[in-house]
């Protein structure tokens, strides 16, 4: 049941973010456990303080300088990323040049065509939004030239069982940097394994995928998104560092004991 969120609600975004997942299953469109990984991210969100840290940030402007600096970037989203963000990542994605590809762990044919279908909604709504602000070119003609890829695999990502390793080759398979927001710690092994620069959007810094991953951004999803856009429209040469991830990740698990430590005063 929909209900008007008034916006003095302190919890406003949390429940809207809540609705789109509710409705989003209800048209078939997630996973049956979409629900249950949203869960725990509110929790980790939580414990975070639901803000991007300062540790988030670095990852955040890491992920973007390395993103558009890659030869072939891909943006990889599933259920939740589309519901939640699927705006933003055509926004990044027009900025990068990039696909974004549909990629399911728990892959149907009705799923995808249903997730391709909504990317296009969002396109059509993101062109009729103003140009944000900062940026020089043609904004709408980036957004209506980002391929959205996934209908049609033509691919194996190798070292993976079963239907979540099926890919275009376009996108993922000839992909040398990977963006993939709310992964499976096994997908993201195998992609590393493949030498592919993969960078995650986890909000729990202690998944197999963050631990797995060249950059970890411990954030919301949506955030995340807004944050690299921002970074690569106000540092556009941004370049890559010696990246430490261990220590990026280390530097999430402290801003959740500060954040306790804050709360119990
Ligand atoms: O659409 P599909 O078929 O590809 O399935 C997608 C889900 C998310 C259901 C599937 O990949 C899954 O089961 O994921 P997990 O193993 O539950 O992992 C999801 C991770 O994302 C967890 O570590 C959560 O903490 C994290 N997470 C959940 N919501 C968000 C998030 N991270 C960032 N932003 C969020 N909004």
């Known amino acids: 049941m ?7 609600h302190p919890r406003k975004k949390s429940l809207l973010s809540r609705q789109k997942i509710v409705e989003g299953s209800l048209e078939g469109l997630l996973a049956d456990s979409a629900m249950i990984a949203h869960g725990r991210g509110e929790a980790f969100d939580y414990l975070l303080g639901e803000r991007t840290t300062e540790s988030a940030r670095l990852a955040v402007r890491e992920a973007a300088s390395r ?17 939640l963000a699927g705006e933003g990542a ?23 065509s249903g997730l391709l279908s909504l990317l296009e909604e969002q396109r059509a709504k993101i062109l009729e939004e103003p140009v944000p602000s900062g940026l020089e070119g043609d904004w709408r003609e980036s957004v209506t030239n980002v391929p959205l890829l996934g209908g049609s695999a033509d691919f194996r990502i190798e070292g993976l ?11 993922i398979g000839r992909a040398d940097s990977i963006l993939v927001p709310l992964e499976d710690g096994d997908r993201c092994e195998a992609l590393v394994n493949l030498g592919k620069e993969v960078i995650v959007i986890d909000l729990n810094p202690l998944s197999r995928s963050s631990r797995m991953a060249t950059v970890t951004i411990v954030d919301e999803v949506s955030r ?10 106000s540092n556009p040469d941004c370049v890559p560092s010696e990246w430490d991830n261990a220590n990026a ?8 004991t500060e954040f306790l430590r804050e709360k119990k005063g």
Do not use: K, Q, W
């Open 67 to 83: 993103l558009s600096s890659a030869i072939s970037p891909v943006i990889s989203v599933n259920g939740n990323t589309v519901l």
């Open 249 to 256: 990740i280390s530097g999430s698990l402290d801003d959740i």
């Open 161 to 171: 069982e079963g239907p979540r390793s099926h890919c275009t080759e376009e996108g």
């Open 2 to 8: 929909m209900v008007e969120i008034p916006d003095s």
């Open 224 to 233: 995340a998104f807004d944050g690299m856009l921002a970074e690569l429209i």
């Open 90 to 112: 055509l926004r990044l994605a027009a900025l990068l040049g990039c696909p974004i590809e549909v990629n399911l762990y728990y892959r149907t044919p009705e799923r995808v």
